[in-house]
């Protein structure tokens, strides 16, 4: 890791207030790689120390690629002044996701020393819904008017570049910023130093509503391989873009969530390990609670079927065996749709078709599994039977075990889609709660089954 490299030579640059070396490792490095090093080995103070080393735009770079608690507690504990002159060289996005986790108090204090530019720019910003691809989007872009030269516009570009985040699409705009072209740089260094921009550009373009669930604005990035996504109004003028980058942090956060999600966990915002005790207990504590209060009808089930049990005493070795099939069918099938359903590959409307597939599936998982355990029980010893014919208890096993499993898969599969309907985060229809529902109805089926074949034992 790198600040297992370079912690002990900062530690040493600050403590021996060598500035030229502190100078060099902060202009060489590259910017993640100082933040990481920095949070780890320094303290707030000390880093904001380190950093007096480099110019205001490097220090901004660096600063974004901070943990952002850590952010938070060098915003907080920074001069005011020096953190608002930060904030005006930080990327538009990152610095309304700080703003937007810090005291009001602490934010009012920071606009009031805060260029009125940028203070308009981070309203503006800080007005949008965070799940929509106007919160996701940064309002820092390079645009042009239709009627330049192409010498003319990279002449345009070369003053629009320094205060850009990305320059890799230029948007072309008319008088009311309706948006009416993209144009790629390169295809723009390639033309003809006469041809004219609206010659150019692309007419056909992807673009999202600023109103547009965030997730939409993802998939179209992922969907079309684009380096960043125009916003609109209702009206086309063009409000800001979603980057590639920002899109790269949206889908490991959701993709987290889901797992945390998946592992019956509430979200964790923070990291593992910086996260309070507490916060980590209570997520976990109240998943546990609502699934350890599921499974107490394993209890209730089983004792309606006491007396099938004292008879048949045997019955109770195969009771993991049994319900641990319908556990792993339903997850595996859960955690198939439900991702699924994220990438856009199946739709609520499609049920129908999902339950066909997963009955045929659940059918023929089933029946393998059922043939093992045919066997497993057909071979239990004569002592441990208590006189139940071997093909009886094999029957039971592998009846059981191939409807637990064919239950399971349909459970496992229609649960994230009845979820998405009513609105609920088919993530919640995970590993822990189908194999929790098909617990207890797994207890049910077995001992349905149990009960049959020794009424009825088999020819």
Not at 368 to 391: D, Q, V
């Given at each position: 890791?790198?600040?297992?490299?370079?912690?002990?030579?900062?530690?040493?640059?600050?403590?021996?207030?060598?500035?030229?070396?502190?100078?060099?490792?902060?202009?060489?490095?590259?910017?993640a790689t100082i933040a990481e090093t920095l949070?780890?080995?320094?303290?707030?103070?000390?880093?904001?120390?380190?950093?007096?080393?480099?110019?205001?735009?490097?220090?901004?770079?660096?600063?974004?690629?901070?943990?952002?608690?850590?952010?938070?507690?060098?915003?907080?504990?920074?001069?005011?002044?020096?953190?608002?002159?930060?904030?005006?060289?930080?990327?538009?996005?990152?610095?309304?996701?700080?703003?937007?986790?810090?005291?009001?108090?602490?934010?009012?204090?920071?606009?009031?020393?805060?260029?009125?530019?940028?203070?308009?720019?981070?309203?503006?910003?800080?007005?949008?819904?965070?799940?929509?691809?106007?919160?996701?989007?940064?309002?820092?872009?390079?645009?042009?008017?239709q009627n330049l030269s192409a010498t003319e516009?990279?002449?345009?570009?070369?003053?629009?570049?320094?205060?850009?985040?990305?320059?890799?699409?230029?948007?072309?705009?008319?008088?009311?910023?309706?948006?009416?072209?993209?144009?790629?740089?390169?295809?723009?260094?390639?033309?003809?130093?006469?041809?004219?921009?609206?010659?150019?550009?692309?007419?056909?373009?992807?673009?999202?509503?600023?109103?547009?669930?965030?997730?939409?604005?993802?998939?179209?990035?992922?969907?079309?391989?684009?380096?960043?996504?125009?916003?609109?109004?209702?009206?086309?003028?063009?409000?800001?873009?979603?980057?590639?980058?920002?899109?790269?942090?949206?889908?490991?956060?959701?993709?987290?969530?889901?797992?945390?999600?998946?592992?019956?966990?509430?979200?964790?915002?923070?990291?593992?390990?910086?996260?309070?005790?507490?916060?980590?207990?209570?997520?976990?504590?109240?998943?546990?609670?609502?699934?350890?209060?599921?499974?107490?009808?394993?209890?209730?089930?089983?004792?309606?079927?006491?007396?099938?049990?004292?008879?048949?005493?045997?019955?109770?070795?195969?009771?993991?065996?049994?319900?641990?099939?319908?556990?792993?069918?339903?997850?595996?099938?859960a955690t198939l749709i439900t991702r699924a359903?994220?990438?856009?590959?199946?739709?609520?409307?499609?049920?129908?078709?999902?339950?066909?597939?997963?009955?045929?599936?659940?059918?023929?998982?089933?029946?393998?599994?059922?043939?093992?355990?045919?066997?497993?029980?057909?071979?239990?010893?004569?002592?441990?039977?208590?006189?139940?014919?071997?093909?009886?208890?094999?029957?039971?096993?592998?009846?059981?075990?191939?409807?637990?499993?064919?239950?399971?898969?349909?459970?496992?599969?229609?649960?994230?889609?009845?979820?998405?309907?009513?609105?609920?985060?088919?993530?919640?229809?995970?590993?822990?709660?189908?194999?929790?529902?098909?617990?207890?109805?797994?207890?049910?089926?077995?001992?349905?089954?149990?009960?049959?074949?020794?009424?009825?034992?088999?020819?």
């Amino acid at each position: 890791m790198p600040h297992a490299l370079f912690g002990p030579e900062v530690r040493l640059m600050l403590e021996g207030n060598h500035l030229e070396e502190m100078k060099v490792f902060l202009g060489d490095l590259h910017p993640a790689t100082i933040a990481e090093t920095l949070s780890d080995e320094l303290t707030v103070e000390q880093t904001w120390k380190f950093l007096e080393n480099t110019g205001l735009r490097n220090q901004a770079a660096i600063f974004e690629y901070f943990p952002i608690d850590w952010q938070i507690r060098m915003a907080e504990g920074a001069g005011k002044e020096r953190m608002a002159h930060l904030i005006e060289k930080m990327s538009h996005d990152d610095r309304v996701d700080l703003m937007r986790r810090l005291s009001p108090r602490v934010v009012e204090n920071l606009l009031r020393l805060v260029d009125e530019a940028d203070r308009r720019d981070i309203a503006t910003l800080v007005r949008q819904d965070p799940e929509t691809a106007g919160g996701l989007m940064t309002t820092d872009y390079a645009w042009l008017p239709q009627n330049l030269s192409a010498t003319e516009a990279l002449e345009r570009l070369r003053v629009q570049a320094p205060e850009s985040e990305t320059i890799y699409y230029i948007f072309i705009l008319d008088e009311q910023r309706r948006l009416l072209g993209v144009l790629s740089l390169r295809n723009l260094i390639l033309a003809p130093r006469h041809a004219l921009v609206k010659d150019l550009m692309e007419t056909q373009f992807v673009s999202a509503r600023v109103e547009d669930d965030k997730n939409v604005a993802a998939d179209l990035i992922a969907r079309y391989d684009l380096l960043a996504l125009p916003v609109v109004d209702e009206s086309g003028r063009l409000v800001g873009i979603v980057t590639h980058d920002d899109v790269i942090d949206l889908v490991v956060q959701e993709a987290t969530e889901d797992a945390h999600k998946m592992g019956g966990v509430g979200p964790l915002a923070e990291n593992y390990m910086e996260a309070g005790f507490f916060t980590v207990w209570r997520k976990r504590a109240f998943w546990l609670s609502c699934l350890f209060g599921a499974e107490l009808f394993t209890f209730t089930a089983m004792a309606s079927f006491d007396d099938e049990l004292k008879k048949i005493t045997v019955l109770a070795f195969f009771i993991p065996l049994c319900i641990s099939t319908g556990g792993n069918s339903g997850s595996q099938a859960a955690t198939l749709i439900t991702r699924a359903m994220a990438l856009g590959q199946v739709k609520v409307k499609e049920w129908r078709r999902i339950l066909v597939h997963e009955l045929l599936m659940g059918i023929a998982l089933g029946a393998a599994l059922g043939g093992i355990g045919f066997i497993r029980g057909a071979m239990t010893s004569e002592g441990l039977r208590e006189g139940l014919p071997w093909h009886t208890l094999g029957w039971i096993i592998a009846s059981s075990v191939m409807c637990i499993c064919i239950w399971g898969t349909l459970v496992g599969s229609m649960l994230p889609i009845v979820f998405k309907r009513v609105g609920v985060d088919p993530g919640i229809a995970s590993s822990p709660f189908v194999a929790t529902f098909v617990d207890v109805t797994g207890i049910v089926i077995f001992f349905s089954f149990a009960k049959v074949f020794a009424t009825f034992p088999p020819m």
